[in-house]
């Protein structure tokens, strides 16, 4: 399994970005989340999704994103999205995009078993 990571960039304080997941591979990915990592900072959960069959997802965010970020996915094009709004300097970090064939655990680093490469995200204020 391999997850490309795009849609990073420069934005502006309340700016927004769409960040993208494509995974390639033959085993379904039921788990898929974002992490990132800021400049000089450990790597953290951002938000999360999982696909529980049908039209079932449940998702998990941070607190420091709620209200903010909005995860999805498109099971056929076995792409994940994160929709960031009024996007914030404490923001800018290195996303991470990771995936799991696993149904339970969706909030740690330890839970995925594929990562991404990252993508840079930079807010100015």
């Known amino acids: 399994v391999q997850l490309q990571a795009s849609g990073g960039g420069l934005v502006q304080t309340g700016g927004s970005l769409r960040l993208s997941c494509a995974a390639s591979?033959?085993?379904?990915?039921?788990?898929m989340g974002w992490f990132r990592q800021a400049p000089g900072k450990e790597r953290e959960f951002a938000a999360s999704?999982?696909?529980?069959?049908?039209?079932?997802?449940?998702?998990y965010y941070a607190d420091s994103v709620k209200g903010r970020f909005t995860i999805s996915r498109d099971n056929a094009k076995s792409t994940m999205y994160l929709q960031m709004n009024s996007l914030k300097p404490e923001d800018t970090a290195v996303y991470y995009c990771a995936a799991t064939p696993k149904t339970i655990g969706m909030t740690h680093m330890g839970d995925y078993d594929y990562w991404g490469q990252g993508t840079e995200v930079t807010v100015s204020s």
């Open positions: 591979g033959r085993t379904f990915m039921y788990g």
């Open positions: 999704i999982r696909w529980s069959g049908g039209s079932t997802y449940y998702a």
